[in-house]
């Protein structure tokens, strides 16, 4: 017996929605299959800091991450609290995560070659930033001349006191960072003492760039020199606050001129007051917008464009080396706050 009309009709209606069905799951899948693919495609860049204890670290965070977002990629951050072996799992779970780039501030210079080590091992790309990572095949270092701001911190001093005894209270000597500062300070002072104008009572390095052990360390320097000081090369700003709170407790807080770097807003307070003589400013936005560039570049396969080589105990690490800007209280309006990086408001309160 044959099929009715209308029965063919309802199996043709029956056959159009399966099919009609079919094709929207498949635009469905599709869809979902261009969205995972978009996704994987993003550029994920890792930026792992030092600790976010001090101010400064702060800014680079915000203003690394905004900056990648705004260059259409995103980013993760982790601190390592000053701690290696916390960086070291830190790098490891970003590139588990499948990071395009690292971007990396070494808590210490040394042992950080292993993060390097263990990305190229992913065929990660690693930039340093701001501190240099050693002995390692590091591909590139984004920082200011640091020499540079060990010169800036000594001439400045000079300007105020030219002979004496002088005391120089170094950063942590496991961040090369420090040592270029003590470097570029004693291209300046080297003269000075050989002449016999400059007594070097005290010159050591500061544990972890810790504060307090500056403070520990000058208020030994004063006793054993009978609270005779005549200048003080702090490293940066934190080690500054340190040396400045030992100064006050024998009465020589603004007495005697201090250095300092990183232009944070205590010490530019303590500047414009007259208890810190300078600071330097390394322009934050310059250095977080560049890293990011560089970064998001790289993670595009493009030519990197750099201005400098640094040496880093086993290789020349092609290097984007920005400038450092002195800050007294006779231009901090035409610096810091001109820049927008500090606000006169908060400075002057």
Known sequence: MGISMKYKMLLVIAFLFVTGCSQTEQLSISENQNKLISNQEDIYIGFLLDTLQDERWYNDKELFESEVEKLGGRVKTLAANGSSEVQISQAELLLEEGVDVLVVVPQDAESSAIIVEMAHERNVKVVSYDRLIRNADLDYYISFDNEKVGELQATEILNHVSSGEFAYVGGAESDNNAVLFRAGAMKVL????EKGDITLV??????GWNPAV???NMDETLRRNGNQIDAVIAANDGTAGGVIRALAKVG???QVPVSGQDAELAAV???VNGTQTMTVYKSINMLAEQAAS???RIAKQEEIETNHTIENGKVSVPSILLEPITVTKD???ET???EGYLKEEDIYK
């Open 214 to 216: 500056a403070e520990e």
């Open 252 to 254: 020589l807080d603004g």
């Open 202 to 207: 005290s010159d050591g390095y500061t544990d």
């Open 269 to 271: 307070q303590r500047v």
């Open 331 to 333: 231009n901090v309006k």
């Open 336 to 338: 810091v706050i001109k």
């Open 294 to 296: 560089v970064a998001m």
């Open 190 to 193: 080297q003269p000075l003492i």
